[in-house]
C-alpha cells in the first residue's frame, strides 16, 4: 500500500483516524497504541503479507534484548552485540545475498557446488529502515541514554507506526521515546498535519513523476541516442524527481504523524541550496546522516584521531551508505564518490571557507557534483553510467528522439520548470519560524490553494490510473 493511492487516502486512513479518536473518546486514550500498532500492521499486510511474521519476530527479539540490557547489566554488551549481528545479519541476507550469489556464481560452480536450486531472496519491504531503527534503541539503551520499554504494544508500535515504516524518516528511539506515552494531539497539529500531507501528495504526484518520466524515458536510451543535452536534461530530471519524490514522502510521514500527535524531526532542509558537500549531507535524508554520524562515524574515533583517520572514517561510512541503499556496484560507487569528495574537502580546507565567499559558485559547483553523483546511483551499471557521462561531457549534438519530443509539451514543460525552483531555493533555514500573524495567514491561504485545486487534480491523476511507487520503497 503506497500514501498516493487512492485506497489509503479514502479508506484506509479515514478509517484509522475514526477508529483512533474514537478510543479516546471511549477509552481515554487507554488504546491508542494498540490501536495504531493494530493498523500498521494492516498497513504492512497489504504490501507485504509474506514477512509480517518476519517484523513481528525480528521486533520481539529486540524488544527482549533490550529488556535483558536493563535486567542483567552485567551482560549488557552480550545482548547489545547479539542485537547488532542478528539484525545486521538479517538485512545482509535479505539485501545481499542474491548479490553476491551472481556476482560468485561462476566460482563457486568451479568449486563443486550446485547452485541449481537457489531461489532469489525476497525483500522485506522496509527492512532498511526499521533495522536501524532498532539498532537506534538498543545501542540507546545500551548508553544508558533511555530505559528500555517494558510495554511489547508501545515497542512494537514504535518500530511498525505506518507513516514511517517501510521508507522513513528513520525515527531514533531518543527522539521519540516521550511521545509514545505522552504525547498531546490537538486540531491545530492535526490540520498542519494534514495540510503537509496534501503538500507531499502532490509534490509526489504532480512535479515528482512529471520528472520521473523524463528520467526514465532518457535513462532507458541505448547509448547511441544520447547526446549533451538530452544527458544533462537526464540527469538534472532524475535529481529532481528523488529529491521531490523522497522529500514528498518525508513531508507524507511527517504529517502523518502529526495527525496523531507525534513530531518528528525533518527529514531534508533544501539540500540542493548547498554550498558544499558537507553542507549538502546537513540537508539530504538528515535522519540517516544523523544515524550514521551517531552510530558508526563518531563510535569509529570521528575526527578526534588524526587527519588520516578521519579520512578512513568518511569513506568507510559513506561506502557502507552506498551499500545500504541496495546490491549493486552503482550504489558502492555512489558511496566512494560522496566520500571521496568530502575528504578533498578537507585536504583542501574548502570546508573551513567562510559561508559568504564565492557563495555563488561554490553553490553551483557542490550542484554539479551532487548531479554526477545521481547518475551513478541511477544507472543500471557502472558501464551505462561511463557511457552517459560520456555523453553528458562529449558536447555531442544529436536529433532528440521521438519518444522524448513527444513528452516535451507544454503541460510537462511548464511542471519540470516548477521542479526546477528546487534547484534555486534559498540556502537559508526551511524551519525558520515565521511570525505567528504570518504564519497563521499563511497556513490559511495554503490549504485552500491545496484542498480546493491542487488536491482535486491529485485525485484525477491517481483516478486515472497511473501509480509510480516512491522510489525509495526498493530500499
Not at 110 to 123: I, K, Q
Not at 325 to 354: C, K, M, Q, S
Amino acid at each position: 500500500m503506497i500514501f498516493s493511492s487512492l485506497f489509503f487516502i479514502l479508506a484506509f486512513l479515514p478509517v484509522v483516524i475514526v477508529c483512533y479518536y474514537g478510543q479516546h473518546l471511549l477509552f481515554e486514550n487507554r488504546l491508542r497504541n494498540l490501536t495504531l500498532l493494530v493498523f500498521s500492521y494492516l498497513f504492512y499486510l497489504f504490501g507485504a503479507p509474506e514477512f509480517i511474521l518476519f517484523l513481528a519476530g525480528s521486533t520481539l527479539f529486540d524488544y527482549a534484548m533490550g529488556r535483558f540490557m536493563d535486567r542483567f547489566e552485567r551482560q549488557k554488551r552480550l545482548w547489545l552485540t547479539l542485537s547488532v549481528i542478528v539484525n545486521l545479519g538479517l538485512l545482509a541476507w535479505f539485501k545481499y545475498a542474491n548479490f553476491l550469489v551472481s556476482q560468485t556464481g561462476e566460482y563457486l560452480i568451479r568449486m563443486g557446488l550446485d547452485l541449481s536450486g537457489w531461489e532469489a531472496v525476497a525483500l522485506p519491504v522496509g527492512i532498511s529502515f526499521f533495522t536501524f531503527q532498532k539498532l537506534s534503541y538498543t545501542i540507546d539503551v545500551y548508553r544508558g541514554r533511555c530505559r528500555s520499554i517494558a510495554n511489547i504494544i508501545d515497542f512494537s508500535m514504535y518500530v511498525a507506526l505506518f507513516p514511517q515504516l517501510v521508507a522513513g524518516p528513520i525515527v531514533r528511539f531518543r527522539d521519540i521515546h516521550a511521545q509514545i506515552n505522552a504525547r498531546v494531539e490537538s486540531w491545530d497539529a492535526f490540520y498542519t498535519g494534514a495540510v503537509r500531507f496534501c503538500w507531499g501528495l502532490c509534490k509526489k504526484v504532480i512535479l515528482a513523476d512529471t520528472c520521473g518520466r523524463f528520467a526514465d524515458l532518457i535513462f532507458g536510451l541505448s547509448p547511441a541516442l544520447l547526446d549533451t543535452r538530452t544527458a544533462w536534461l537526464g540527469a538534472i530530471a532524475y535529481s529532481l524527481q528523488i529529491y521531490l519524490d523522497f522529500s514528498a514522502y518525508s513531508d507524507m510521514a511527517i504529517g502523518l504523524g502529526m495527525l496523531f500527535g507525534f513530531r518528528f524531526l525533518e527529514n531534508f532542509n533544501r539540500p540542493y541550496s548547498a554550498i558544499s558537500l558537507t553542507d549538502f549531507w546537513k540537508r539530504w535524508h538528515i535522519s540517516l546522516s544523523r544515524w550514521f554520524r551517531d552510530y558508526l562515524y563518531l563510535p569509529l574515533g570521528g575526527n578526534r584521531q588524526g587527519a588520516a583517520r578521519t579520512y578512513l572514517n568518511l569513506t568507510l561510512v559513506f561506502l557502507l551508505c552506498g551499500f545500504w541503499h541496495g546490491a549493486n556496484w552503482t550504489f558502492l560507487a555512489w558511496g566512494a564518490y560522496h566520500g571521496l569528495f568530502l575528504v578533498v574537502e578537507r585536504i583542501t580546507g574548502l570546508r573551513r571557507v567562510p559561508d559568504n565567499r564565492l557563495r555563488g559558485f561554490r553553490r553551483l559547483l557542490t550542484l554539479a557534483v551532487v548531479v554526477c553523483g545521481w547518475v551513478i546511483f541511477r544507472c543500471d551499471d557502472l558501464v551505462q553510467a561511463g557511457h552517459f557521462f560520456t555523453a553528458m561531457f562529449s558536447l555531442s549534438a544529436n536529433e532528440l528522439p521521438t519518444s522524448l519530443v513527444s513528452l516535451l509539451d507544454m503541460k510537462n514543460g511548464v511542471l519540470m520548470l516548477c521542479a526546477s525552483t528546487a534547484l534555486i531555493l534559498p540556502s537559508g533555514d526551511m524551519n525558520a519560524e515565521p511570525q505567528l500573524k504570518d504564519r497563521r495567514f499563511l497556513a490559511a491561504t495554503v490549504g485552500i490553494v491545496l484542498f480546493v485545486v491542487i488536491l482535486p487534480w491529485c485525485a484525477a491523476i491517481l483516478a486515472s490510473g497511473y501509480q509510480n511507487p516512491f522510489i525509495y520503497y526498493r530500499f
